[in-house]
């Protein structure tokens, strides 16, 4: 604000604008460390005197008033979030338990052997789906290609049991109203 004010009174006087480059550069050379340069062009015989700044890392603009944005190439794995202060950057990781590193690139042992399982468990579930899509179809090939029934014995096997089980249970109904009706004649 102060440097603005005298910039602006030097120039209301009326001194040459080498002097007011000259003070401009003086005092952004000395805020952020910024090398100024003069250029000097001749237009229709008018020499115009501008000046040029090399600002250094972290600054930008005309006259490296403006702090740049130092994660613009930065790029921080997985998900990590890259936060710039103070002339400087870091990544901030998604968890610090389960990542680290200046990019956040490493994984901690925690994590390796959680996704380890994963896969194992996911090789697993793959190959016991296989199995059985396997065994599904080899059934349907022998009973409807070679018109072989691996199950037809089990089967009839589990219809005998059925009825016999269903013959001891009528058997008991029969049993159970016979007694029932010769009880009550008995009484009588």
């Known amino acids: 604000m102060i440097v603005n004010m005298i910039i602006e009174y030097v120039q209301d006087i009326h001194v040459g604008k080498i002097i007011v480059f000259l003070f401009k550069s003086i005092l952004y050379l000395l805020r952020n ?3 100024c340069t003069e250029i000097n062009t001749t237009i229709s015989g008018d020499i115009e005197t501008s000046y040029s700044c090399q600002c250094i890392y972290g600054y930008d603009g005309t006259n490296c008033e403006l702090v740049s944005d130092l994660c613009g190439n930065i790029t921080c794995e997985y998900d ?5 202060s103070y002339l400087m950057w870091s990544c901030q990781c998604l968890d610090s338990s389960l990542y680290s590193g200046i990019y956040c ?5 925690a994590l390796i052997t959680k996704q ?8 697993a579930a793959i190959i016991a789906l296989c199995c059985v899509f396997a065994f599904v179809f080899t ?13 037809d014995r089990e089967r009839h096997r589990l219809r005998m049991e059925q009825e016999k089980k269903e013959q001891k249970k009528f058997r008991k109904k029969i049993k159970k109203k016979t007694q029932i009706i010769i009880t009550r004649f ?3």
């Open 116 to 123: 380890i399982l994963c896969r194992s468990f996911a090789i």
């Open 80 to 84: 990590g979030v890259c936060i710039s």
């Open 33 to 35: 460390n910024g090398t």
């Open 105 to 109: 690139q490493d994984k901690s042992s």
């Open 186 to 188: 008995s009484t009588v």
């Open 139 to 151: 059934m349907d090939i022998l009973k409807y290609v070679f018109k072989i029934d691996p199950v």
